[in-house]
Antibody, heavy 119, light 107 residues
């Protein structure tokens, strides 16, 4: 069974940093492209970042470019999101999501981890 | 960025009703469109990929159609467990963008 479990969320002050993790199991993690998607409280979904299976190709939404860094450790079956210079508008539930092998379709999602940026 | 719009933003229907949601892209995205269901407090779930393909394990009352800029998502016979918000999402261009969602509840 495919499982994605996020961790690392919490309360952080504006300007602070946080590192999210996503532990993957039930599939060959190193073969799949991965993403982070967020959802502000009561709002819709926003794609945040993408990383290829090898980690060699990375994309970011303009709203986080230069502040967030996506990475992965295929030996540990883990995906990460380093978030720096956090702003109030980064407050959201952050989901890790797997791309299917055929195209850029998010076929499995984790349960999400809440990040709250507030003083 | 490609903008996605959905209508209606919310709807209320009776059990057994046919429900239709439309999604429009700001430019041609071919069939690079997915539909997701999100129940309250839960992660989104993929229902339809490539505009019209039913994800494995998803009930056949869900369907999708369209190409180019105009897409339709249909629940042929609404069930109580279908109460959720439904999102369309394009992946023709980066950034991947989602529609604002359509909240479906039971009348």
């Amino acid at each position: 069974e495919v499982q994605l479990v996020e961790s690392g969320g919490g309360l952080v002050q504006p300007g602070g940093s946080l590192r999210l993790s996503c532990a993957a199991s039930g599939f060959t993690f190193s073969s799949y492209e991965m993403n982070w998607v967020r959802q502000a409280p009561g709002k819709g979904l926003e794609w945040v970042s993408y990383i290829s299976s090898s980690g060699s190709t990375i994309y970011y939404a303009d709203s986080v470019k230069g502040r967030f860094t996506i990475s992965r450790d295929n030996a540990k079956n883990s995906l990460y999101l380093q978030m720096n210079s956090l702003r109030a508008e980064d407050t959201a539930v952050y989901y890790c999501a797997r791309d299917n092998l055929v195209g850029a379709t998010l076929d499995y999602w984790g349960q999400g981890t809440l990040v709250t940026v507030s003083s | 960025d490609i903008q996605m719009t959905q209508s209606p933003s919310s709807l209320s229907a009776s059990v057994g009703d046919r429900v239709t949601i439309t999604c429009q892209a700001s430019q041609d995205i071919s069939n690079y469109l997915n539909w997701y269901q999100q129940k309250p407090g839960k992660a989104p779930k993929l229902l339809i990929y490539d505009a019209s393909n039913l994800e494995t394990g998803v009930p056949s009352r869900f369907s999708g159609s369209g190409s180019g800029t105009d897409f339709t998502f249909t629940i042929s016979s609404l069930q109580p467990e279908d109460i959720a918000t439904y999102y369309c999402q394009q992946y023709d261009n980066l950034p991947r963008t989602f529609g604002p969602g359509t909240k479906v509840d039971i009348k």
